[in-house]
C-alpha cells in the first residue's frame, strides 16, 4: 500500500526513504533506510577504509579531494536542480551554496599538511635536553550529521575538514535532503572508488542516534539547539567528542554612520535568503535612531519586490511554516506591527518577506530562532543600546555591522563565532575562517584552520638530545641539583 504524501514530508515505504518536492509534491527520489545494524556495518566498513586514507598521507588526500572538488564543479547544475527538486530553494541559491562548499574543499585540501603536519616546537631553558615534536593524527572514524536547510554547503564543511585530515567518515543526511547527501557521497565515490571512505546512512532521528552510538571517534552536528542537546547526550554515552553548530538569532546592528541602502540590501538578503531557513540569517536589526526611518523604509522597499517561487522558494519542512506564523502572531498580540506581509504572508508552503516593527523585546519572535522570511526591525539610541539587545539573548552564532569610525569595534563586542562589518553571511565562504558559534548555538568550529584540527587529535613527543642540565625528573638527582633548579627558576621567573 502507498503512504499518503505530503508535499516535502519525508515519507517511509517499503524500507525507503521517499523525498519529495515540498511545494509540488513530486518525488524527488528515494534512499534504502538503514537500521542499527546497517549503521554498525557503515563504521566497521569505514574503520578498514580509513586506515588505508590515511595511509595516502596529505599528498595522496589532497589530489583526491581536488578531484572532488573538480567533480562538484563540473557538475554543478546537475547538483542545484537536484538541491531544487529535494528542497524547494531556487537554482540560483544552490549554485551560491555549492560554491561555497567547493571553496572548503578546495581549502582543506590544500591547507591540511601545512596545518596539520609534523613540526619541531621550541623547547624552554628548564627541558632544554629535550626537543618538542607535534603533530595531528586523524580520530579515524567522523559521524557528520547534516542538516536540510543547506544540504550541500554545511555537511561538506565537517566531511571535507574530516577527509583532509585523514579520517573516513560515515554522514547521515536530513531526512528532508537525503537525495543530496547520496549524490555527494557517490559522487565522491566516483573519485575513490578504492574503500568506501565516505558513505551514507539514512533515515530518521532514531539513525543519527544509532550513529553517535556506533563506535564513531568523532561526531560533527549541524540542527536545532534542541537536537544538539540529545545527540549530545547519546555521544556522552561513550565519551564520543562532538562539534556542535545549532540554532542562532542573528542580530544587524546599523550605526549612524553606516550606508543605509547598502545595509538595508544585506539585511534583506541575510534575512530573506533560502525563504529565511539559514541559520547565521539574519533575524533582528538594532538600527540607530539617525538612521531608523530610512533605514526601514529601504527595506521594505527591497523586500517587497522579492517574488515567490523565483528569490523565495517554499518552506522546505511543513512544521516550519507553523511556527513562523505563531512568531509573526505574537509579535502583533504584543503590540507589534507588520509594515510588510504579516499574517496574511503565511501561505503554505510559502510565506511572504515579513518585516515587524516595535516588537517587544521579549516576545518569541524577538527570542526564539523564526527560520522564516521575516525581520523584526528595531529603533536604538546608539551602539551600546543595540550592543545590549543583541547580546540578550543565549544564542551566540553569527552577526553583522553596518558602520564606518565603529564598526569594527562593535563587532568585537557583539556575543557570536562571527561578524561580518558591512556585508551579511559573508565569513561562511571563506575558506580561511572558522565557523561556528558560542551559548545555545554550539561550540567547536568547522572551516579554516580551526576547522582542520576539529577533526585531528594533537600528538605531542619529546626527543632527548643531550644529558640534563637541571635533572629533575629522576631519582638520582642530587640535592645540589636541586639547589640549582630553584637558583635557576629564581633567575628566570622570581623578578617582576
Known amino acids: 500500500m502507498t503512504a499518503t504524501r505530503t508535499p516535502g514530508l519525508p515519507v517511509v515505504e517499503h524500507g525507503s526513504l521517499i523525498s519529495t518536492h515540498p511545494a509540488t509534491g513530486a518525488e524527488a527520489g528515494r534512499v534504502p533506510i538503514a537500521d542499527a545494524g546497517a549503521v554498525a556495518k557503515a563504521v566497521e566498513r569505514a574503520r578498514s577504509a580509513a586506515e588505508w586514507w590515511a595511509a595516502l598521507g596529505f599528498d595522496g588526500r589532497r589530489a583526491r579531494l581536488l578531484r572532488w572538488r573538480a567533480l562538484l564543479t563540473e557538475r554543478i547544475e546537475e547538483l542545484a536542480e537536484l538541491a531544487r527538486s529535494e528542497s524547494g530553494k531556487p537554482v540560483a541559491d544552490a549554485i551560491v551554496e555549492t560554491s561555497a562548499a567547493v571553496e572548503h574543499i578546495d581549502w582543506s585540501a590544500r591547507n591540511a599538511k601545512r596545518v596539520l603536519g609534523p613540526r619541531r616546537t621550541r623547547t624552554r631553558l628548564l627541558v632544554a635536553e629535550h626537543s618538542g615534536h607535534l603533530e595531528y593524527q586523524p580520530f579515524g572514524m567522523v559521524g557528520v550529521i547534516g542538516p536540510w536547510n543547506y544540504p550541500i554547503l554545511t555537511p561538506v564543511g565537517p566531511i571535507s575538514g574530516a577527509l583532509a585530515a585523514g579520517n573516513a567518515v560515515v554522514f547521515k543526511p536530513s531526512e528532508y535532503t537525503p537525495v543530496v547527501g547520496q549524490w555527494l557521497v ?16 539514512h533515515g530518521l532521528g532514531e539513525v543519527g542516534a544509532a550513529l553517535c552510538r556506533s563506535g564513531v571517534d568523532k561526531i560533527a552536528f549541524t540542527g536545532s539547539t534542541a537536537t544538539a542537546k540529545k545527540v549530545m547526550a547519546a555521544c556522552a554515552e561513550n565519551l564520543v567528542p562532538v562539534v556542535i553548530e545549532a540554532g542562532g538569532k542573528d542580530a544587524m546592528i546599523v550605526d549612524a554612520d553606516a550606508d543605509v541602502p547598502a545595509a538595508a540590501e544585506a539585511a534583506v538578503w541575510g534575512a530573506m535568503t533560502n525563504a529565511g531557513q539559514t541559520c547565521i540569517g539574519i533575524e533582528r536589526v538594532y538600527a540607530v535612531a539617525p538612521v531608523y526611518d530610512a533605514f526601514l523604509a529601504a527595506v521594505v522597499d527591497k523586500a517587497g519586490k522579492l517574488r515567490l517561487g523565483e528569490e523565495i522558494g517554499p518552506m522546505t519542512m ?70 545590549s539587545k543583541a547580546n540578550a539573548l543565549p544564542y551566540g552564532l553569527g552577526g553583522a555591522v553596518f558602520g564606518k569610525r565603529n564598526a569594527i569595534r562593535i563587532a568585537r563586542r557583539m556575543r557570536s563565532g562571527m561578524v561580518a562589518v558591512n556585508s551579511s553571511l559573508t565569513f561562511v565562504g571563506m575558506g580561511t575562517l572558522p565557523f561556528g558559534g558560542r551559548g545555545d548555538s554550539g561550540f567547536g568550529r568547522i572551516h579554516g584552520e580551526d576547522g582542520l584540527r576539529e577533526f585531528a587529535v594533537a600528538k605531542s613527543i619529546t626527543v632527548r638530545r643531550a644529558p640534563s642540565v637541571l635533572p629533575g625528573m629522576t631519582f638520582e638527582r642530587t640535592p645540589a641539583q636541586v639547589k640549582r633548579i630553584v637558583k635557576a627558576l629564581k633567575l628566570l621567573y622570581g623578578r617582576h
Open 318 to 387: 511543513p512544521a516550519q511554516v507553523d511556527v513562523v506564523r505563531r512568531h509573526i502572531d505574537d509579535a502583533l498580540a504584543a503590540g507589534g506591527r507588520a509594515v510588510l506581509g504579516g499574517p496574511d504572508a503565511v501561505q503554505a508552503p510559502t510565506i511572504a518577506p515579513t518585516v515587524l516593527v516595535d516588537v517587544p523585546e521579549e516576545s518569541a519572535a524577538v527570542r526564539e530562532e523564526t527560520f522564516g522570511p521575516t525581520l523584526t526591525v528595531t529603533r536604538v539610541a546608539d551602539a551600546d543600546e543595540a550592543l
Open 186 to 201: 557517490d559522487s565522491f565515490a566516483e573519485v575513490v572508488p578504492e574503500h568506501p571512505v565516505l558513505q551514507a546512512v
